[in-house]
């Protein structure tokens, strides 16, 4: 079993930054892929990006590419999303989530495909 806690949420202006953090314990040596993805009231979780166990690959959806940065820090056991020019509709609770599966990309651009999920760290977006 894999825990997950997301931190950094908060209030920012529009064109502004954020960075959210994913602290894992417990099983980690099972986790391959780890991704964030987020939610707006009355909608289904949005993928946002993932990242490799190693960090080499990464992948992200086309509303924040060249905005948002995923990383990961193995040795901390802690997943990153550095965003950078914020806009209104980026705000949504965001959540991590971590996988022992393997396949494509696109397998990971699927919630159901995620066994371990955070609690969610609110981002709001101002203009």
């Known amino acids: 079993q894999v825990q997950l806690v997301e931190s950094g949420g908060g209030l920012v202006q529009a064109g502004g930054s954020l960075r959210l953090s994913c602290a894992a314990s417990?099983?980690?040596?099972?986790?391959?892929?780890m991704g964030w993805f987020r939610r707006t009231p009355g909608t289904e979780r949005e993928f946002v990006a993932a990242?490799?166990?190693?960090?080499?690959?990464?992948n992200y959806a086309d509303s924040v590419k060249g905005r948002f940065t995923i990383s990961r820090d193995t040795a901390k056991n802690t997943v990153y999303l550095q965003m950078n020019s914020l806009k209104l509709e980026d705000t949504a609770v965001y959540y991590c989530?971590?996988?022992?599966?393997?396949?494509?990309?696109?397998?990971?651009?699927?919630?159901?495909?995620?066994?371990?999920w955070g609690q969610g760290t609110q981002v709001t977006v101002s203009s």
């Open positions: 417990g099983t980690t040596s099972s986790v391959s892929v």
């Open positions: 990242i490799s166990r190693s960090g080499g690959a990464t």
């Open positions: 989530a971590a996988t022992a599966g393997s396949g494509d990309w696109f397998v990971f651009t699927r919630s159901y495909n995620y066994d371990s």
